[in-house]
């Protein structure tokens, strides 16, 4: 598979959020994201919602079963890396509210794509995700 322009954003996306989900609890310091008052969920949800909208933005043509995948790709994603957490032995834990919020911020991204797509200024203009069409 060549990934396009338009899809390198949606790919480091990718790897930044398994990279982090993924690296050994002992790579991170002695904070608690708990101490935040749960912060940790509203990384997730925001790790994920950004997940779907830089993959939405990667193509043109979304048709509704299209986007009904991508949704089904990035909640799935966000089980298994927390599936991968809970059994490779890194220290990391398995918390079945991140993959709430990882759901969450999914749906929020499904909700929202087409507005991000069709109303910032700033992603028509200066961004490589939006073809011709949009210019």
Wanted: aromatic share 14%; charged share 15%.
């Amino acid at each position: 598979m060549i990934v396009q322009r338009a899809q390198i954003p949606a790919v480091l996306w990718t790897l930044v959020i398994a990279s982090s989900c993924l690296a050994p609890a002992s790579s991170f310091s002695q904070f608690s994201f708990d101490q935040f008052i749960g912060i940790d969920k509203v990384l997730h949800l925001t790790l994920y919602f950004g997940f779907f909208i830089l993959w939405f933005l990667s193509s043109d043509n979304w048709t509704i079963p299209k986007k009904r995948n991508l949704l089904l790709v990035s909640i799935l994603f966000g089980v298994l890396i927390e599936v991968l957490q809970k059994h490779m032995g890194l220290g990391r834990s398995y918390d079945i509210a991140d993959i709430a919020a990882n759901i969450v911020g999914s749906l929020i991204g499904w909700f929202s794509a087409q507005f991000v797509k069709d109303k910032l200024p700033l992603i028509k203009k200066y961004l490589p995700f939006v073809s011709k069409l949009y210019r």
